[in-house]
């Protein structure tokens, strides 16, 4: 009778792992998610801003930055999601349409699985943001911030909508449905919204060991020279562990950029890397040094 019971809780697990779970239902869940998340991590964001107040720590500048972080959102949301929306989901579309090499159905192992390599892909295309001139262009908007809250995470620049497509079309052409996928980075992208905070320390060592936790991402946005360039990591730090770009949090992190902003002007910070970048471009002698502060790493 044992062996029997069990047998049936195999079969039961096995058909929910295989069940079909349609497109819209899982467009639903992301639009949840991402509602839900942005409320408790606001609600979340008051409560640190209400511990610095009876800290006396509280500044002005620190919510001038605050609230320059939230309109990086807006304009954020202005041309991902009205520019470079449709293009955006047509070309998953696309491909997914006549170049895919096989059909994956959207099952709880697919999504799972889906999760996990759209978190491997994200290593990769924020590696890249960082490493590459082009991108550290729009990506070091996130990182000029000299404080960290919950609201960093909601600091965005021009083009940080844009570089993820090229980095995930890869699952499309696996076969996964682009709904799918684009679940699959919301999911990647929420994880890490809480992970901009101070107020909670280092987890537990097997949690750190694998996963990404605050502690983990305050040494990504630290501009001490030890930490410049780590931990990449949206859900898993276990693919910096792998490739040689983990760093653990050892000395007291100096956030922001290694040439302050010292601005909390939204205009500014929002279009300051490629302002920068421009300047290089315009004072680099020849076309392959002009061109050459694209693709090169920053600085």
Not at 22 to 35: A, F, G, H, T
Not at 71 to 100: K, N, P, S
Not at 129 to 151: D, K, L
Request: proline share 6%.
């Amino acid at each position: 009778m044992i062996v029997a019971s069990a047998d049936g809780i195999g079969d039961a697990l096995m058909e929910f792992l295989n069940a079909a779970i349609p497109e819209d239902r899982i467009y639903e869940w992301e639009v949840l998610l991402d509602n839900w998340v942005f409320l408790a991590m606001s609600g979340f964001l008051l409560f640190e801003l209400v511990r610095l107040a009876l800290r006396k720590a509280l500044s002005r500048n620190l919510i001038g930055d605050t609230v320059t972080n939230f309109v990086t959102l807006i304009a954020f949301i202005g041309i991902a999601y009205v520019m470079l929306g449709a293009f955006y989901v047509g070309t998953y579309y696309f491909f997914y349409e006549y170049f895919r090499v096989m059909t994956i159905p959207i099952t709880p192992w697919s999504i799972a699985l889906c999760v996990v390599l759209a978190d491997l892909a994200y290593y990769f295309e924020h590696r890249f943001t960082h490493r590459v001139g082009i991108g550290w262009a729009t990506h070091t908007v996130h990182h000029s911030s000299p404080y960290f809250n919950i609201s960093v995470a909601y600091r965005f620049g021009p083009l940080d909508g844009f570089f993820p497509l090229f980095f995930h079309v890869p699952l499309v052409l696996a076969g996964f449905n682009p709904i799918l996928v684009l679940f699959s980075e919301v999911v990647v992208q929420v994880y890490q919204t809480p992970l901009h905070t101070e107020t909670i320390g280092k987890l537990p060592r097997p949690v750190e060991a694998v996963m990404n936790t605050p502690s983990h991402h305050r040494v990504h946005h630290g501009s001490n020279p030890c930490y410049i360039d780590k931990n990449y990591g949206g859900i898993f730090i276990v693919w910096d562990r792998l490739f040689g770009t983990f760093a653990e949090e050892r000395e007291p992190v100096v956030y922001g950029i290694t040439t302050p902003l010292n601005t909390v002007n939204p205009f500014v910070v929002f279009f300051h890397g490629f302002a920068r970048l421009g300047r290089q471009m315009w004072s680099a002698r020849g076309v392959g040094a002009k061109l050459g502060h694209l693709v090169r790493p920053p600085g």
